[in-house]
């Protein structure tokens, strides 16, 4: 069986979808101004897709709104094991490899731990974490190594206090 699926905001561009696929049974999900949907009739195709079938859709960024959605999605089609078909090799063609699944999923988890470290950052209370100056390194390596004193180290690194300077150190230290 060959599955069409289209998000589409007009009657033309459905129709005009179903005239060049020409397709047994045709999924639509009418998307908002943004070009989003909910995806429910692309659930519905993918329940009932197998591994016979044929799914052509225009490209991926008609399928997800996000790396999650993707990722998702691109396992839910490797494991109907369906012909995939794109219209706009442009939009998607590279992913469709198995390598590809695994660097969009890879991409997905990344992204989601950049966000919940962004999350921990922006919810931590108490006191703002102390940074290293930007040249704190190569100033350590060589307070370190006693080619400088602390107050050397202190001049160079533009703090105010010793007490700050020691405080760096311990936490780098630690």
């Known amino acids: 069986m060959k599955f069409g699926y289209v998000r589409a905001r007009t009657k033309k561009e459905i129709n005009s979808f179903y005239e060049q696929v020409k397709p047994d049974e045709l999924f639509v999900d009418l998307a908002n101004a943004f070009g989003e ?6 659930a519905k195709m993918l329940k009932t897709a197998t591994a016979n079938d044929t799914i052509v859709f225009r490209g991926f960024s008609q399928l997800a709104d996000s790396t999650e959605e993707l990722s998702k999605l691109l396992s839910t089609l490797l494991t109907i094991d369906a012909k995939l078909t ?3 090799e442009e939009d998607g ?7 590809s699944l695994k660097v969009v999923d890879y991409i ?3 992204e ?3 966000e919940k470290a962004v999350f921990a950052r922006e919810t931590k209370t108490g006191r703002k974490a102390m940074e290293y100056p930007t040249n704190f390194y190569d100033v350590y390596k060589d307070y ?3 080619s400088i004193k602390a107050a050397k180290a202190i ?3 533009g703090l105010k206090n010793r007490a700050k300077f020691y405080e760096l150190v311990r936490m780098f230290e630690a």
């Open 86 to 88: 794109i219209l706009d």
């Open 93 to 99: 063609g590279l992913l469709m490899n198995d390598l």
């Open 37 to 42: 949907s909910e995806g429910l009739q692309l």
């Open 144 to 146: 370190a190594s006693g």
């Open 108 to 110: 997905y988890r990344f």
């Open 155 to 157: 001049e160079l690194l």
């Open 112 to 114: 989601a731990a950049k």
